[in-house]
């Protein structure tokens, strides 16, 4: 089946500075989406995207959806100890009724005050 | 709001016994899934419906069954042939996604965790 690429399955930063992840597959996905879980709750969409190429903003998260559509990049700045949870990528890979979802594996982002 | 409830939150069973996950959603969702999260391995697909009295097996539907009677409800019952049930047990819901872009992606719940003890 298909499946996404995310490593490592853990980072550690420091407070403030900026943090990348990315996401790789073998196949093409029409749709990339990252979703943040924090401990105990369920994940959270962050920034859906569409295009090839497109770079799409939220606050002090960046995202893009890759030329090649077999990938996407994650980019936190400033982070701040509030960012601590799992990253997840997900893709989308044809729209319709039997269209799912599938997600990486996750990557823990620790913050370090 | 709308949204998708899961309940209870924590969950205790005994070894041998089958129980029921409740997961509501009131976002006129067609689809709805179930997904098991352990340590470091992800979400893992257990079961997803995509219409009412329609559902099928995802990746690791052993030890569980399911039922659609109604758009907004898709309980989970993990029963007694599950042999390791103890993990974090996720809800989701989405529409079906278009052709044009704007989708969304899947709403999750915020979870049971079940302790087999």
């Known amino acids: 089946g298909q499946q996404l690429n995310q490593s490592p399955q853990s980072m550690f930063i420091q407070e403030g500075e900026d943090v990348s992840m990315n996401c790789t597959s073998s196949?093409?996905?029409?749709?990339w989406l990252w979703y943040k879980q924090d401990p105990g709750e369920g994940p959270v969409l962050l920034i859906a995207?569409?295009?090839?190429?497109e770079l799409t903003s939220n606050g002090r998260l960046t995202a893009q959806f890759g030329i090649t559509r077999k990938d996407s990049f994650l980019n936190i700045s400033a982070s701040i100890p509030s960012d601590v949870g799992i990253y997840f990528c997900?893709?989308?890979?044809?729209?319709?009724?039997?269209?799912?979802?599938?997600f990486g594996k996750g990557i823990t982002l620790s913050v370090r005050p | 709001d709308g949204g998708i409830t899961q309940s209870p939150k924590y969950l205790f069973r005994k070894e041998g016994q089958n129980v029921t996950l409740s997961c509501e959603q009131n976002?006129?969702?067609?689809?709805m899934y179930w997904y098991r999260q352990d340590p470091g391995q992800g979400l893992r697909l257990i079961y997803y419906?995509?219409?009412?009295?329609?559902?099928q097996k995802g990746d690791i539907a052993e030890g569980y069954s399911v039922s659609r009677e109604k758009k907004e409800s898709f309980p989970l019952t993990v029963t007694s042939a599950q042999k390791n049930p103890t993990a974090f047990y996720l809800c989701?819901?989405?529409?079906?996604?278009?052709?044009?872009?704007?989708?969304?992606?899947?709403?999750f719940g915020s979870g049971t965790r079940l302790t087999v003890v």
């Open positions: 989701a819901s989405s529409q079906t996604p278009g052709t044009g872009g704007g989708w969304y992606g899947y709403t």
């Open positions: 196949s093409i996905f029409n749709t």
């Open positions: 976002l006129n969702h067609d689809a």
């Open positions: 995207l569409y295009k090839a190429g």
């Open positions: 997900a893709g989308q890979l044809r729209a319709g009724a039997n269209s799912k979802l599938t």
């Open positions: 419906s995509q219409i009412v009295n329609d559902f």
